[in-house]
């Protein structure tokens, strides 16, 4: 079964770091595209950063650039996102997302990808 597993939220005072990690498995190929996104309750799910596997083109949201990084493992069955100057509005779900038909593309919806991880719960206080 095709599986992703997060790791790495937790707690933290405004200002801090944090790094999410994800692994990707279960599937015969690479996924195309990873992502990371985030979700309010009562909100739709945005996406906070976006990566192309093939050719490492990324997407952040304007609420994160300059302070959030995703970035790839060596066997690129992994993302990572590092969070760093943490604000309160950080705080919420994050969820890690695999699209296996965006080999060409870098997409930002939710509906571009096609597995999801349980999330990992970030809080900035």
């Known amino acids: 079964d095709v599986q992703l597993v997060e790791s790495g939220g937790g707690s933290v005072q405004a200002g801090g770091s944090l790094r999410l990690s994800c692994a990707f498995s279960?599937?015969?190929?690479?996924?195309?595209?990873m992502g990371w996104f985030r979700q309010v309750p009562g909100k739709e799910r945005e996406g906070v950063a976006t990566?192309?596997?093939?050719?490492?083109?990324?997407y952040y949201a304007d609420s994160v650039k300059g302070r959030f990084t995703i970035s790839l493992g060596n066997a690129k069955s992994t993302v990572y996102l590092q969070m760093n100057s943490l604000k309160p509005e950080d705080t919420t779900m994050y969820y890690c997302?695999?699209?296996?038909?965006?080999?060409?593309?870098?997409?930002?919806?939710?509906?571009?990808?096609?597995?999801w991880g349980q999330g990992t719960q970030v809080t900035v206080s």
């Open positions: 997302a695999a699209g296996i038909n965006c080999l060409n593309t870098l997409p930002r919806a939710p509906a571009d990808f096609d597995y």
């Open positions: 990566i192309n596997v093939r050719y490492g083109s990324t």
């Open positions: 279960g599937y015969t190929y690479s996924a195309h595209c």
